[in-house]
């Protein structure tokens, strides 16, 4: 008969086999192709730090990590298919601030930000701007509200998809003016802003990175940024506070995730490459030239972010009476 304390022990070692068998994995991983899943289309802020982030993981891990661009619903067809991936690390989502604000926007979306997924870090963000086709005549956003104002329903503003952050923060700045401007939602910044810059939206909505060569060459105007500090690259555009309208304010993040149940050591693997990569002084130059910012934080503080996020998200939206489709 087997003693209490060799009941124990069995017990103990059988716990402990999941555990170590994780470990043995972790220590393996990658052992294919790994596929980043870049929630818009090329262009976009979200598929150039992805296509950056390819390169320099592959070249760290040893395999290759490859973008596969999924635009459509403003993020959520890319964020379903993270979800239902396999949570062995194969799969990795690269999605931007949106990931909170679309299921605050439609109430019930269809992924759960904070169980579906396991935060790896958030380690940029960007500004968000107004920006105008030159043809139209404004040169300031005071310019701009008096513009909408003269001519209610007639314009109309793109942004990178419904419920996207930008979409959001110009809403909120909609609503607290009483604006009447209609919303044209794309599938990502890129097409977006390629809108405004053809002439066919005149006014637009962005993260500030895929519209600085634009604005560099003269094919977009920004008017505002909603920042707490100007930009080092672009220094001539005011901020919102210093233009008079604090009410647009924020930044939009991208951010890294995997699938819920996905190995701890993992995580913390992809976490540390991630951190690695930003601070490589090639990438450091190619993200200041387009005015992306670093943001450290754990996972943890990540997961925190994005709870306290979907909070507040949640209040602008019943504030502004938003409703999706």
Same mark, same amino acid.
């Given at each position: 008969?087997?003693?209490?304390?060799?009941?124990?022990?069995?017990?103990?070692?059988?716990?402990?086999?999941?555990?170590?068998?994780? @470990?043995?994995?972790?220590?393996?991983? *990658?052992?294919?192709?790994?596929?980043?899943?870049?929630?818009?289309?090329?262009?976009?802020?979200?598929?150039?730090?992805?296509?950056?982030?390819?390169? $320099?993981?592959?070249?760290?891990?040893?395999?290759?990590?490859?973008?596969?661009?999924?635009?459509?619903?403003?993020?959520?067809?890319?964020?379903?298919?993270?979800?239902?991936?396999?949570?062995?690390?194969?799969?990795?989502?690269?999605?931007?601030?949106?990931? %909170?604000?679309?299921?605050?926007?439609?109430? $019930?979306? +269809?992924?759960?930000?904070?169980?579906?997924?396991?935060?790896?870090?958030?380690?940029?963000?960007?500004?968000?701007?107004?920006?105008?086709? *030159?043809?139209?005549?404004?040169?300031?956003?005071?310019?701009?509200? =008096?513009?909408?104002?003269?001519?209610?329903?007639?314009?109309?503003?793109?942004?990178?998809?419904?419920?996207?952050?930008?979409?959001?923060?110009?809403?909120?700045? @909609?609503?607290?003016?009483?604006?009447?401007?209609?919303?044209?939602?794309?599938?990502?910044?890129?097409?977006?802003?390629?809108?405004?810059?053809?002439?066919?939206?005149?006014?637009?909505?962005?993260?500030?990175? +895929?519209?600085?060569?634009?604005?560099?060459?003269?094919?977009?105007?920004?008017?505002?940024?909603?920042?707490? =500090?100007?930009?080092?690259?672009?220094?001539?555009?005011?901020?919102?506070?210093?233009?008079?309208?604090?009410?647009?304010?924020?930044?939009?993040?991208?951010?890294?995730?995997? *699938?819920?149940?996905?190995?701890?050591?993992?995580?913390?693997?992809?976490? @540390?490459?991630?951190?690695?990569?930003? $601070?490589?002084?090639? %990438?450091?130059?190619?993200?200041?030239?387009?005015?992306?910012?670093?943001?450290?934080?754990?996972? =943890?503080?990540?997961?925190?972010?994005? =709870?306290?996020?979907?909070?507040?998200?949640?209040?602008?939206?019943?504030?502004?009476?938003? @409703?999706?489709?």
């Amino acid at each position: 008969m087997q003693t209490r304390r060799q009941i124990l022990l069995i017990g103990a070692t059988a716990a402990a086999v999941p555990i170590l068998l994780q @470990r043995t994995f972790a220590l393996d991983y *990658p052992t294919r192709p790994v596929r980043i899943i870049v929630a818009f289309a090329p262009g976009g802020p979200t598929d150039i730090f992805g296509r950056i982030s390819a390169l $320099k993981l592959s070249e760290q891990l040893g395999k290759q990590f490859y973008v596969e661009n999924v635009a459509g619903g403003g993020g959520n067809i890319a964020a379903v298919q993270a979800a239902r991936a396999a949570p062995d690390g194969h799969t990795i989502l690269f999605t931007v601030s949106g990931f %909170v604000t679309n299921p605050a926007f439609q109430g $019930k979306a +269809p992924y759960d930000p904070v169980a579906d997924f396991t935060p790896v870090a958030v380690p940029i963000a960007s500004a968000i701007t107004i920006i105008v086709h *030159p043809s139209l005549r404004v040169r300031t956003l005071d310019e701009l509200v =008096k513009l909408i104002r003269a001519h209610p329903g007639q314009y109309t503003f793109a942004s990178g998809g419904a419920g996207v952050q930008p979409h959001l923060t110009f809403e909120q700045f @909609r609503v607290s003016l009483g604006l009447d401007i209609v919303h044209v939602p794309f599938g990502g910044a890129g097409p977006a802003v390629a809108s405004v810059v053809a002439g066919h939206t005149p006014i637009g909505v962005s993260s500030l990175p +895929p519209c600085v060569p634009y604005i560099q060459e003269g094919s977009l105007r920004a008017l505002v940024l909603s920042s707490r =500090k100007r930009s080092q690259k672009l220094p001539d555009i005011p901020t919102a506070a210093e233009a008079g309208y604090p009410v647009f304010a924020g930044d939009q993040w991208v951010g890294v995730l995997v *699938p819920a149940g996905t190995p701890e050591e993992i995580v913390n693997l992809l976490h @540390r490459s991630i951190v690695r990569i930003i $601070k490589l002084p090639d %990438v450091k130059e190619r993200l200041d030239a387009l005015d992306f910012y670093e943001i450290e934080s754990t996972p =943890k503080e990540f997961a925190e972010r994005i =709870k306290s996020e979907l909070e507040s998200w949640r209040k602008v939206v019943e504030t502004a009476h938003l @409703r999706p489709g």
